[in-house]
Structures are given as structure tokens and as C-alpha cells.
């Protein structure tokens, strides 16, 4: 997509690093990390790395956990779908995508969490641009 340069007006790719014509940088350009997990493998990997308390998040990595409040990713077998997930405390269910890519960038985004002195895990919502302790 070109977007225009906000320091010389010319039109440059959003991905670009710095403006080609002015040597502005591109204030929309996102770097890309390496070392993020890109399936559900290397998702459980790194969770393992990590040491993260899982169950305590409420967060389930390649299981279709039903009960509420929980949050996770898994392949549904009858369709081959990758399915991420909400289960909010009202027992309703919010599908936040399903399709072929396991490496969907959807669950990671919305996988900030915070964990207060009152042994409260909260996970910051993008939807609702929030962190919430009840979901």
C-alpha cells in the first residue's frame, strides 16, 4: 500500500524503512521480530521456554477447551481449521479467527498478560482495547 511520506509529501510503500526520495523515516513502518512463534508447536515451546503458568492464564495451546473464561488456539480435525479462541464468563464463545494458517498473528497479538499481587491474571483485549480479569 503507498502511503505519503510525512516529511516530504512524496507517495512511498508502508513497508518501507525510511522514505526513498527525502530519507524521512516511515513512522508507519513496522519491524518484523524474529523469534516469535509462527505454529502451535513452537507456540508450546515457547510457553515451555518461558515457564508460563498456562493453566493459571487460562490460556490452552492446541486444545478446544470449552469451559469459561479461557482463551486458546487448536486444529479442528473434521474441518483442518485452526480456530482461536474466547470463552467469556457468560459461557459464550467469540471466534476471533478460523482458517487455514496456525501461525495467524490474531492470538499472539492478544496475548499480553499481567499478573497483580492479588494472584489475578488479566489479559489485555484488543477488541476492547482493555485488560479484564473476568473473561
Known amino acids: 500500500m503507498n502511503i505519503k511520506c510525512s516529511w516530504c509529501s512524496s507517495w512511498i510503500n ?15 513502518f513496522r519491524r518484523q521480530g524474529t523469534g516469535v512463534p509462527q505454529t ?3 507456540l508450546k515451546e515457547w510457553a515451555g521456554k518461558h515457564h508460563l ?3 493459571q492464564m487460562r490460556t490452552y ?3 478446544n477447551y470449552t469451559a469459561p473464561k479461557a482463551f486458546g488456539i487448536y486444529k479442528d480435525e473434521t474441518t483442518g481449521n485452526f480456530i482461536v479462541y474466547k470463552n467469556k464468563a457468560d459461557d459464550t ?12 498473528n490474531h492470538y499472539r497479538d492478544n496475548m499480553y498478560y499481567w499478573y497483580d ?3 489475578t491474571w488479566y489479559i489485555y483485549d484488543n ?4 485488560w479484564d480479569s473476568d473473561w
Do not use: K
Open 117 to 119: 499481587t492479588t494472584n
Open 127 to 130: 477488541d476492547i482495547d482493555a
Open 93 to 104: 464463545r467469540a471466534v476471533r479467527y478460523e482458517g487455514p494458517d496456525d501461525g495467524y
Open 14 to 28: 508502508d513497508f518501507d524503512q525510511a522514505c526513498p526520495n527525502c530519507g524521512g523515516v516511515n513512522e508507519n
Open 61 to 63: 495451546i492446541g486444545v
Open 40 to 42: 502451535i508447536a513452537e
Open 53 to 55: 503458568p498456562l493453566d
